[in-house]
Nanobody, 120 residues
Framework: QVQLVESGGGLVQPGGSLTLSCAAS????????MGWYRQAPGNERELVAA???????SYADSVKGRFTISRDNAKNTVYLQMNSLQPEDTAVYYC??????????????WGKGTLVTVSS
């Protein structure tokens, strides 16, 4: 059974840091592109960071320079290091896995999310 389980969310003060983890199982992790999305109340779900199966990374402009995505294929885990957190970063953060061919998604999976609250 496919599972993506996020952990590491919580309450942090502005300027603080958190590291999110996503543990994957039930599929061939190493060939999937991985991403972190977030959704705040009243907002659309947005992609904040992605890492390809080859290790290339990309970031939303709003988090560039503050967040770092990484993966450890031996542990089937993807991470999101978040620094200099601000209240606007408050959201539920979701882990996503996607396998695609010919620019079309073949299979995709979502975690249930972990809540990050940035507040003083």
């Amino acid at each position: 059974q496919v599972q993506l389980v996020e952990s590491g969310g919580g309450l942090v003060q502005p300027g603080g840091s958190l590291t999110l983890s996503c543990a994957a199982s039930g599929f061939t992790f190493s060939i999937y592109n991985m991403g972190w999305y977030r959704q705040a109340p009243g907002n659309e779900r947005e992609l904040v960071a992605a890492i390809t199966s080859g290790g290339s990374t990309s970031y939303a402009d709003s988090v560039k320079g503050r967040f770092t995505i990484s993966r450890d294929n031996a542990k089937n885990t993807v991470y999101l290091q978040m620094n200099s957190l601000q209240p606007e970063d408050t959201a539920v953060y979701y882990c996503n896995a996607e396998y695609s061919r010919w620019d079309r998604k073949i299979m995709g999976y979502w975690g249930k999310g972990t809540l990050v609250t940035v507040s003083s």
